[in-house]
């Protein structure tokens, strides 16, 4: 059995799910202290301008080191509905917004109290919205060296190199003024591709 190390993740890049779709077993590191700046709490989405960052606010951790799975969503601005504008803003004219805008709505009007809840309720309806059925557990312990490690490489400010994954070019609706930007959010190749997303997922043989 293939098994592959991903941190938890808010809207995740293609490299992200094409983990998904490549592995038998994917294994979510909750025991890990929590790291600034990366995809656990942020996601990139193409917009007019070129690329946009969405963060989800953290409380502030009461001890230096927290574990992933303790940490906390803040509670104050107004964040989900300046989450949801920006979607709306950067998708409304893509082919299939219109069609999952339903499915993602409802995670911008009702609150989760901790991020990696957040994001795996996220990820388990885009998991449907793909078809496709990952084997998702989670660690009980925090490992520093396994095989198939991903938990710091796919990472929006150093990304590691991945020779198992190479982005495909598909449809985007700014392409014409920004060219193609690879390994955004999943919910840019959602909106643009729509069930023909998956197919982008699965490495080029």
Known sequence: MSIVYLSTAYLA????YSKLVSFDEIR???????PKQTFRNRCLIAV???IQALTVPIQKPDTPKCPVRDIRISAHGNWRHLHWNALVSAYNMSPFFEYYADDFRPFYEQTYKYLIEYNEALQTMICGLLDIHPLITHTERYEPEVCNDFRTAINPRHP????????????????????????LSIVDLLFNMGPESVL???VPR
């Not at 979510?28 to 929590?34: G, L, P, V």
């Not at 190199?161 to 690879?182: C, E, L, N, S, W």
Request: no cysteine; net charge negative; proline share 10%.
């Open 13 to 16: 890049p293609v490299q992200y």
């Open 28 to 34: 979510i590191e909750t025991e890990e202290n929590y």
């Open 160 to 183: 590691q190199p991945d020779m198992a994954f190479t982005p495909q070019v598909y449809y985007q609706v700014f392409r014409d003024k920004h060219g193609f930007i690879p390994n």
């Open 200 to 202: 982008f997922l699965h």
């Open 48 to 50: 007019a301008n070129g």
